[in-house]
């Protein structure tokens, strides 16, 4: 009897967790589908399925076109920067460096602070000036400090607006980037390096052949974070640069909130949404599946 | 004693480095320091003359004449829905955590995986059907429906938080008690409980920070503005044109200052619940 209830008092006391996630996660992604298979495209509901007619149009849409080429740019860029400024700092730091502490705290700090928030101060750094203003912001501290060749129009070039919001973003995750290749490095037995360098290996072979490889875990795992991320991108956008011109800086996430919220095209907007969950799942699917077989 | 070279040139990206990184904490205090009659965008980079505070107290109240609201009404919006949101899920993901490491049954691994696909999911993909059941709730529009919504999504964090941080707990502890006739309650009670201190702190230090940080929930399921998060608000402030930029970027100072003050004094965990984000076990 006393065993019963020991199986039972867990399932119990998990149960109301395991019912929430499966309607407003599960349950919900299913009704976002389901939206998006039928005609409701005005403020009041129409559940007529009309097939994939929103994905067409969908696919067939210059925004989104334009969407989807700026968020492989933002990605590659966020991605590969906050990979390369992470482990360069982390290696660094991990030089018994005077006043570490002070650094990786510094470095850290952006995490701490809403993306809204760094989006409006960015907004202003990277405000490119205008005739009579002259340069401001970053503009006017590269030309004081004989830059000048670096000033640009920042989010206000169609051509590198989505570049603009990626240093913001890598400026607010590279810091965590180092925290976790840090992390790694000193997870490294000491040993390991020493018997490396009494065998005759030198500082680069060391890097190359023991801890470059024992930190791939840590890569994998940052690029599914920083990937998922950079899909989702929204409230930095919307703070900083809205769509910009000609939709330079506009990402599937505003375009979805513009179209359903502002447009009241629910199910367009749903197909929006789903396209950017099969997006995430395709990176973070196989990451969970990797992590549950480990543990299995 | 000669410094290698290559010291030197370490030191020098670390600063440089450094400097990428408080710029914008640097500009943000320096505005907010400065009187009105010498914040001009021009002079952007130039050290106060005087302490003057009146940016944050424009911010802060917002000006009938100037026509705009101040952040003061939803910074206690914040502080009233990221308390009661923070308490609530940190309590599931104990409870959820010390049921998936303790008491194991078939099938427990794959919930927990479940679960875990919950945080990383893009909530676009959920807030139509979630608008339109907060309004059957009628709780839409109000800080109780954002409470909840917090409260809901918080699950997957706190639950991997709170399951990481007890497989550390030895099992063997458990299982003593259970041969001594203690039960799932008891054990949680006597044993596990008063062992989450930690576990506590880091899952509510995570989640007080990033509810704090919240925007998305906060635009979509709040959108009067006596009941917006703070970052909401000042998104509007700043999207206006009416508001001075000097004011806006004290606004933005006084948003960040609460998360800012827990990284400061609580960083260790906040630091914890990080890593945690992102690697398992």
Redesign the interface.
């Known amino acids: 009897m006393?065993l019963k209830?020991?199986?039972l008092?867990?399932?119990l006391?998990?149960m109301?967790?395991?019912i929430?996630?499966g309607v407003?996660?599960?349950?919900?992604?299913s009704?976002?589908g389901f939206?998006s298979f039928t005609k409701w495209n005005d403020v009041l509901p129409n559940y007529t399925l009309i097939g994939f007619e929103n994905y067409r149009k969908l696919f067939a849409n210059m925004r989104f076109q334009i969407d989807l080429r700026n968020t492989l740019v933002f990605t590659v860029i966020f991605v590969i920067s906050c990979l390369l400024?992470g482990l360069?700092?982390a290696i660094?730091?991990d030089?018994k460096?005077k006043s570490e502490g002070i650094?990786r705290?510094?470095?850290?700090?952006?995490?701490?602070?809403?993306?809204?928030?760094?989006?409006?101060?960015?907004?202003?750094?990277f405000?490119p000036?205008s005739i009579q203003?002259?340069n401001?912001?970053v503009n006017?501290?590269f030309e004081?400090l004989g830059l000048n060749f670096l000033t640009c129009g920042w989010y206000t070039d169609p051509k590198i607006g989505i570049i603009a919001v990626a240093i913001a973003a890598i400026?607010q995750f590279s810091?965590?980037t180092m925290?976790?290749y840090l992390?790694g490095l000193r997870g490294i037995p000491i040993e390991l390096r020493e018997a490396s360098a009494i065998d005759g290996a030198d500082k680069w072979q060391i890097f190359y052949y023991i801890i470059f490889p024992l930190l791939r875990p840590?890569t994998f795992?940052?690029i599914i974070?920083l990937g998922?991320i950079s899909?989702?991108i929204?409230?930095l956008v919307?703070?900083m640069t809205g769509s910009g011109p000609a939709f330079s800086c506009d990402v599937p996430?505003l375009f979805?909130?513009d179209t359903?919220?502002r447009g009241n095209h629910?199910a367009q907007?749903?197909s929006?949404?789903?396209i950017?969950?099969l997006l995430?799942s395709l990176l973070?699917?196989p990451y969970?599946?990797s992590?549950?077989r480990k543990?299995? | 004693m000669k410094i290698p070279t290559t010291?030197i040139l370490?030191?020098l990206?670390?600063v440089l480095?450094?400097v990428?990184?408080?710029?914008?904490?640097y500009?943000?205090i320096l505005t907010g320091m400065k009187s009105f009659s010498e914040v001009g965008?021009?002079t952007?980079?130039n050290l106060p003359r005087s302490l003057n505070f009146e940016s944050f107290r424009l911010a802060w109240l917002g000006s009938a004449k100037g026509g705009f609201r101040g952040l003061s009404g939803s910074f206690l919006n914040s502080l009233w829905l990221v308390i009661p949101a923070t308490i609530i899920s940190a309590i599931?993901g104990s409870?959820?955590g010390?049921?998936?490491t303790k008491?194991r049954?078939y099938g427990?691994?794959?919930?927990f995986?479940?679960?875990?696909?919950?945080m990383?999911?893009?909530y676009?993909?959920?807030?139509?059907?979630?608008v339109l059941?907060l309004q059957k709730l009628h709780v839409y529009g109000t800080i109780p429906g954002l409470i909840l919504v917090h409260v809901?999504?918080g699950?997957?964090i706190s639950?991997l938080i709170f399951r990481n941080y007890y497989i550390t707990v030895p099992t063997e502890m458990v299982e003593a008690s259970?041969i001594d006739g203690a039960?799932?309650?008891g054990i949680y009670r006597w044993i596990i409980f008063p062992l989450s201190t930690p576990g506590f702190a880091v899952a509510m230090i995570w989640q007080f920070?990033s509810i704090?940080?919240d925007?998305?929930f906060g635009?979509?399921v709040t959108p009067n503005p006596a009941s917006q998060p703070i970052?909401?608000a000042?998104?509007n402030l700043?999207g206006s044109y009416i508001v001075q930029?000097n004011v806006?970027?004290a606004?933005?100072?006084l948003?960040?200052l609460p998360?800012?003050l827990?990284?400061i004094f609580l960083?260790k965990f906040?630091?914890r619940g990080?890593?945690q984000?992102?690697?398992?076990?």
């Open positions: 006393r209830r020991d199986k008092m867990p399932i006391f998990i109301p967790s395991v929430t996630v407003f996660v599960y349950g919900f992604i009704w976002t939206i400024i360069l700092l660094f730091l030089q460096i650094f705290n510094l470095f850290l700090l952006p995490m701490a602070i809403s993306f809204v928030v760094s989006g409006v101060i960015w907004r202003w750094l405000n000036g203003l002259g401001i912001g006017q501290l004081k400026w810091g965590y925290a976790l992390a840590i795992g940052a974070i998922h899909l989702k929204f409230d919307v703070a996430a979805m909130y359903t919220f629910f907007g749903a929006i949404a789903i950017l969950l995430i973070i699917i969970l599946i992590t549950f543990e299995a | 010291r370490i030191y990206i670390l480095f450094t990428f990184y408080i710029i914008p904490m500009i943000m965008l021009s952007m980079w599931f409870l959820n010390y049921v998936l008491w049954f427990s691994d794959l919930i995986t479940m679960i875990l696909f919950g990383f999911i893009p676009q993909s959920i807030i139509i059907p979630l059941t809901i999504y699950i997957p639950t259970k039960n799932f309650l920070t704090w940080n925007f998305l635009l979509i970052t909401v000042l998104n700043a930029w806006q970027i606004g933005a100072l948003t960040a998360p800012i827990v990284y960083g906040f630091l990080l890593m984000g992102s690697l398992k076990g």
